[in-house]
């Protein structure tokens, strides 16, 4: 803890021309009693640090003397901080940020702040459900993963009570705004959603790796095997032009515009991981599209309006 306290300590003095042990004992969160005991400590180290008796006196770095994070860039130093921006949502991530553009050359500083502040990181969706991780738990979980540790894992899945399991954890990855850990269990590997993660406690046992295993090449795999389930079914349909923006945004990549009918209307086909779930997808939309194939997809349409109109009456 001592060391990462002195080159901070060292990082502020390249800040200022003189500093006091006041200032270095309030930006270090210590008492001036240890913050003097490290600026004496980086002297006696050989760093240029001197103090300055007397009124007006305080400590300072001889020549300006500098430990700068060179051979980088303006564009790389661009491109770290925007990436270091979202993810200091922490206060200890926000004092690493604040150390790292410290130690910057004074004309890359300014870009490097401004890039840290230009994205803001919301781990929420619209209905404020949490799409990633509980803070101290992904924290363990980074633990566990570059320590090679094993953990039993609480987790609960879409409508399905909270299980525990042991699993290896191999690596976290990030899609479409949510985190996930990837792990092996005794069903192989797995991918697990961390905001529905309930509970990790480490076990202390090592973790086994698959042999030749490759965190890239198998989060890959994983998500292609998704991907392909996503688009087990296909739904053929007529809509309304007027519909086309609401389709792209609701369907996305499953949607797919194949041509112009006759009488003016989009020729669609939307993907699925079933018929009928495709089928009840294109519902809300009522008379605006019109499926036209599998007949499974028109028989799941008249089964849900027979259910909506013994529910709610006819007009």
Do not use: C
Not at 144 to 154: D, F, M, N
Not at 158 to 177: N, Q
């Amino acid at each position: 803890m001592r060391a990462d306290r002195l080159v901070a300590a060292l990082l502020f003095l390249q800040t200022r021309t003189r500093v006091t042990v006041a200032e270095v004992a309030a930006e270090l969160e210590v008492s001036e009693r240890t913050a003097r005991r490290d600026l004496e400590a980086l002297a006696s180290a050989g760093i240029p640090v001197y103090a300055q008796r007397g009124r007006g006196g305080g400590w300072s770095l001889v020549g300006g003397a500098r430990t700068d994070l060179t051979g980088l860039t303006s564009e790389e130093v661009r491109a770290l901080f925007l990436l270091a921006g979202p993810a200091a949502a922490s206060p200890e991530l926000r004092t690493v940020v604040r150390k790292l553009i410290r130690a910057l050359p004074a004309p890359l500083r300014s870009a490097a702040e401004a890039a840290a502040q230009a994205n803001v990181h919301d781990g929420t969706d619209w209905a404020h459900t949490a799409v990633t991780a509980d803070r101290s738990r992904l924290v363990v979980l980074q633990g566990a993963v570059v320590g090679g540790v094993q953990v039993r894992l609480g987790y609960a899945g879409p409508g399905k009570p909270e299980s525990l399991r042991t699993v290896h954890p191999l690596g976290l990855a990030s899609k479409a705004g949510a985190d996930y850990l990837l792990a092996d269990t005794e069903r192989g590997l797995r991918t697990f959603r961390l905001s529905r993660v309930t509970s990790v406690e480490p076990t202390g046992e090592p973790v086994v790796r698959p042999a030749g295993f490759d965190l890239a090449t198998a989060w890959r795999s994983l998500t292609a095997r998704l991907e392909e389930r996503m688009h087990a079914a296909t739904v053929r349909a007529l809509a309304e032009p007027a519909s086309r923006a609401i389709l792209e945004r609701v369907l996305g990549g499953l949607l797919r515009i194949t041509g112009t009918h006759a009488d003016g209307r989009l020729e669609i086909e939307v993907d699925g991981p079933s018929v009928e779930v495709v089928a009840e997808r294109l519902a809300g939309l009522g008379r605006r599209v019109e499926v036209v194939g599998p007949p499974e997809a028109r028989t799941r349409l008249a089964a849900l309006a027979e259910e909506l109109a013994a529910l709610y009456g006819r007009t």
